[in-house]
């Protein structure tokens, strides 16, 4: 899978909007955007995909630049339950048998009253 | 049924034990996975099974042995670990080997000690 990069950290007040960045400039044409989150003390949980178009769904939004080159997870109004780290995966058509998902460092998002 | 379930929670084993990790799913998904996940970490790739087989095995130890006895079920049998081998073991499954159009939906892991 091709490498993204996100910021380490970010903060957030409560029921304001949050832009959370990721930049995937080796992105190949068929490669499909996904975003998960991990709260504390539990696994990943899945947030969003996409692959060209913009996408929402009742989590989140998923704005795709039109170069496919970065993208940006919108969560519209945080709350406190939104304080999780979020990761960026480029998940490639396949290779082989069976598909990897191969998580970066992602972002600490957190979020204050 | 949306869930992976895993068992036990936690563990905690000394260097001589046998255990077993334990994971569940009943959505139909034919693709699961182990993930090793250290503190403060992300989670790392450990092994994929597709429709039962075992399609990749990412230099894994020896002494961590999967085993995925039907369509439902994942184990991770654990042998002769060593302290550094204490994580939180994430067990997850997709719709079909690529998951592209799905995602992954994990357990909520099984957080492993060694004694």
């Known amino acids: 899978d091709a490498k993204t990069t996100q910021p380490n950290s970010m903060e957030s007040n409560e029921e304001e909007p949050v832009h959370l960045p990721c930049n995937h400039s080796?992105?190949?044409?068929?490669?499909?955007i996904h975003w998960y989150r991990q709260l504390p003390s539990q696994g990943p949980e899945y947030v969003i995909h996409?692959?060209?178009s913009n996408v929402n769904n009742r989590m989140a939004s998923l704005a795709i630049a039109e170069d496919r080159k970065s993208s940006t997870l919108i969560l519209h109004r945080a709350t406190l339950r939104d304080a999780a780290v979020y990761y960026c995966?480029?998940?490639?058509?396949?290779?082989?048998?069976?598909?990897?998902?191969?998580f970066g460092t992602g972002t600490r998002l957190q979020v204050t009253l | 049924d949306t869930e992976v379930t895993q068992t036990p929670k936690h563990l905690v084993m000394g260097m001589t034990n046998k255990k077993s990790l334990k994971c569940e799913q009943h959505m139909g998904h034919r693709a699961m996975y182990w993930y090793k996940q250290k503190a403060k970490k992300p989670p790392e790739l450990m092994f994929v099974y597709s429709y039962e087989k075992l399609s990749i095995n990412e230099s894994v130890p020896s002494r961590f042995s999967p085993e995925c006895p039907n369509s439902s079920l994942l184990n991770l049998h654990l042998h002769a670990l060593q302290p550094e081998d204490s994580a939180l073991y994430l067990c997850?499954?997709?719709?079909?080997?690529?998951?592209?159009?799905?995602?992954?939906?994990f357990g909520s892991g099984t957080r492993l000690t060694v004694v």
């Open positions: 996409g692959l060209t």
């Open positions: 997850a499954s997709s719709q079909d080997r690529r998951g592209l159009n799905y995602g992954y939906t």
């Open positions: 080796t992105i190949s044409g068929t490669d499909y």
């Open positions: 995966i480029l998940r490639d058509p396949l290779t082989g048998t069976a598909s990897k998902l191969t």
